[in-house]
């Protein structure tokens, strides 16, 4: 039973334009929630976070939002360059710093 | 820079034999680190905790027998995948937590091929 699910297997999206990439749990001792950025043949890059206890954090181009009572979270990254071509992994943390992982969203930055 | 890295990078291997993946953590001291394997177009699946001076914690569906953990000092934990078979090619990556942060940094990862 998956805990973290990402339901968008790719989007593709305009240079300049905004990405919006989804994420919903369904734990709710999850505490923390992380976006991680892969390329290929490569480990998980951290990108941003966002502690359970709020509802949004920005930093630069990426901002993170959290809604509790439906248990989704949302990256927003504007605007959107080529380089952020990779796939986008939601993780959350729960007992004993565990990770747990969504299944990851293929994002393509067209120029 | 890399604060952790993986050796080897890529392992061809023939079924039956062992592999052994080291994982090291340059920049800091980790009592605790976790391995994951990826299968091609899923999710990172946490395998098991590594713990410096004790036995790993494996999660429930993974063979303790089959991939064993050794988590000899401070900075260095290793995944030794015995007796493999072709189901077990995936790939591998490492984890080390910051002390007192959620934060986990990966390592580059091990593309393991058992013929």
């Known amino acids: 039973d998956q805990q973290v699910k990402q339901n968008s297997p790719s989007l593709s999206v305009q240079e300049g334009r905004i990405s919006i990439l989804n994420c919903d749990y369904t734990?709710?001792?999850?505490?923390?929630f992380l976006w991680y950025k892969k390329y290929p043949a490569e480990g998980p890059t951290f990108l941003i976070s966002?502690?359970?206890?709020?509802d949004k954090n920005e930093d630069g181009r990426f901002t993170v939002f959290l809604n509790k009572s439906a248990k989704h979270l949302s990256l927003h990254i504007v605007p959107s360059q080529p380089g952020d071509s990779a796939v986008y992994f939601c993780?959350?943390?729960?007992?004993?710093?565990?990770?747990?992982f969504g299944a990851g969203t293929i994002l393509r930055v067209k120029s | 820079g890399a604060v952790v890295s993986q050796h080897p990078s890529r392992v061809i291997c023939k079924s039956g034999t062992s592999v052994k993946i080291e994982c090291r953590s340059l920049?800091?001291?980790?009592?605790?680190m976790f391995w994951y394997r990826q299968f091609p177009k899923q999710s990172l699946m946490l395998m098991a905790t590594?713990?410096?001076?004790?036995?790993?914690?494996?999660e429930q569906g993974v063979e303790k027998d089959k991939f064993l953990i050794n988590h000899a000092s401070l900075t260095l934990s290793t995944l030794t995948v015995t007796s493999a078979h072709p189901e077990d090619s995936s790939f591998y990556i490492c984890?080390?937590?910051?002390?007192?942060?959620?934060?986990?940094?990966f390592g580059p990862g091990t593309r393991l091929t058992v013929t």
């Open positions: 984890s080390v937590p910051r002390d007192s942060s959620y934060e986990q940094y």
């Open positions: 734990n709710s001792m999850f505490d923390y």
């Open positions: 966002i502690s359970s206890i709020k």
């Open positions: 993780a959350a943390r729960e007992y004993g710093n565990k990770l747990v």
């Open positions: 920049d800091f001291q980790a009592t605790t």
């Open positions: 590594s713990n410096e001076g004790s036995k790993a914690t494996y």
